[in-house]
């Protein structure tokens, strides 16, 4: 089936550095999204991409649809303890017109206070 | 975004029997999806529940094994049969299209 490769798997980092995580594909997606879930709770949604080369920002959060549009990133500035979570990117495949969301493997952020 | 609930919040089940989880949201949507999280796992689509007829199903996963109701455009039930270890998972449910936002999930652990 179709995959999206997320990297790192887990992060471990003291507070007030800058967190970068990717995702990327061999197939071209229609949408990026990035969500955080945290123990015990659903996938919230923090952004959503929808054209390639797109940069969106949501408060300490920065995204990007890359160009090739098989690939994202995902960067959060000056991590908090409350950024610990895991964050999984999901996207749509260009067939898949909304629907059917695949997602990464998600990357485990820890932050030391 | 819509607020979703899930019932129940969690169970414990023993092997051979089966749960129905509950979808509600508060407002009416057209698409609704379950998805299941395995262990330590990421997301993976179940099905599509879709008003007025059947679910569409995703590979790997059958009818029989996860029976889906969908009786209107704010509820739906997923329901988890003739369970055993490997059933044990969290079982969310969404809905939006290319938005997706989820329920909390419920967290099944079967015996």
């Known amino acids: 089936g179709q995959q999206l490769n997320q990297s790192p798997q887990s992060m471990f980092i003291q507070e007030g550095e800058d967190v970068s995580m990717n995702c990327t594909s061999s197939s071209i997606f229609n949408t990026w999204l990035w969500y955080k879930q945290d123990p015990g709770e659903g996938p919230v949604l923090l952004i959503a991409?929808?054209?390639?080369?797109e940069l969106t920002s949501n408060g300490r959060l920065t995204a990007q649809f890359g160009i090739t549009r098989k690939d994202s990133f995902l960067n959060i500035s000056a991590s908090i303890p409350s950024d610990v979570g895991i964050y999984f990117c999901a996207g749509h495949l260009t067939y898949n017109q909304g629907g059917k969301l695949i997602f990464g493997q998600g990357t485990e952020l820890s932050v030391k206070p | 975004s819509a607020v979703i609930s899930q019932k129940p919040s969690r169970d414990i089940c023993q092997r051979g029997t089966s749960l129905t989880i509950q979808c509600q949201v508060d407002?009416?949507?057209?698409?609704m999806f379950w998805y299941r999280q395995q262990p330590g796992q990421s997301l993976t689509l179940i099905a599509t529940?879709?008003?007025?007829?059947?679910?569409?199903?995703e590979s790997g996963f059958v009818i029989d094994k996860f029976p889906i109701s969908r009786p209107n455009l704010t509820f739906s039930t997923l329901t988890v049969s003739n369970m055993s270890p490997e059933d044990s998972s969290i079982y969310l449910c969404?809905?939006?299209?290319?938005?997706?936002?989820f329920g909390p999930g419920t967290r099944l652990t079967v015996t």
């Open positions: 529940a879709n008003q007025g007829s059947e679910a569409t199903y």
């Open positions: 969404s809905v939006g299209s290319y938005e997706q936002y």
């Open positions: 991409l929808y054209k390639a080369g």
């Open positions: 407002s009416q949507v057209t698409m």
